[in-house]
């Protein structure tokens, strides 16, 4: 089987899976069209295990960080673990970071700090930053660019769910937008109007395992091998042929990433 396809943001350490689930989880991914997953971490302990997995496997790579839901979690001592997570072979980002006004699971006051002091990391360190942003107000953008993250780094707005108009905005800075199963959805127009007006050189597809899984599985725990159905619905609006949406994208992350 040929591999075409890059998930560029994965939870293969989901702290929901028993052992068994992701030996089999992992099994299945072998048996896939998977060229490639980043195991993303969202706190200390699910990066740790992003850097064991990508240590296990040849396909999988680890991003460390952690998500603005658990910035409280981010003490002095979290930091300094995180800065030497990020040195770690296979670690290609710091992420996922950046700021949700929606669900407020910690103050947002904590988590700009925290994200404040994950962006300095990742352009100390040189790395991609992968960016949760939701219902920040414009916050999140603001952020990036006070603390220098423009122009030069590579910043990725992950399962981005804005306008066409911002995505234009944030591709202006050099962001890379990352496309997820929501685009599958039928009332999901906003999205399919970003994946339509933006160029191909500037998205990458994700699933964001185990949660938003595309059609037609929807309802089902989502996995990297669904991506595929995200990159057939960027090619249905785009007139292209699958193969060409999938060799693209996975072009475009192993440039991202720095492959």
């Not at 999140?140 to 981005?160: D, N, Q, W, Y």
């Amino acid at each position: 089987m040929e591999k075409l396809l890059f998930d560029s943001h994965a939870h293969i350490n989901y702290e929901g899976y028993s052992d068994a689930e992701r030996d089999e989880l992992m099994g299945r991914i072998d048996d896939s069209a998977i060229a490639y997953v980043v195991d993303v971490g969202f706190d200390i302990e699910s990066s740790r295990l992003a850097i064991a997995h990508a240590q296990a496997k040849p396909w999988c790579y680890a991003a460390v960080g952690v998500h603005p839901h658990d910035a409280k979690t981010l003490t002095d001592d979290a930091f300094e673990t995180l800065k030497k997570l990020l040195k770690e072979p296979k670690v290609v980002a710091l992420g996922e970071t950046g700021l949700d006004y929606y669900r407020d699971h910690s103050p947002r006051d904590v988590q700009r700090d925290a994200f404040r002091r994950q962006i300095r990391l990742g352009l100390e360190a040189g790395l991609p930053i992968i960016i949760h942003d939701r219902e920040s107000g414009g916050d999140t953008i603001e952020i990036l660019k006070e603390e220098g993250a423009f122009p030069g780094s590579r910043v990725l707005m992950h399962c981005f769910s804005g306008s066409a108009e911002q995505a234009a905005e944030y591709i202006a800075l050099g962001c890379t937008i990352s496309i997820a199963g929501p685009i599958t959805y039928k009332n999901n127009k906003k999205t399919i109007r970003v994946v339509a007006e933006t160029p191909l050189e500037h998205l990458l597809i994700e699933t964001d395992s185990p949660y938003l899984t595309p059609e037609p599985f929807r309802g089902k725990q989502n996995e990297p091998p669904y991506v595929e159905h995200v990159a057939r619905k960027v090619a249905e609006i785009k007139g292209l042929a699958y193969e060409e949406v999938a060799a693209a994208t996975l072009a475009n992350a192993k440039r991202f990433f720095g492959l």
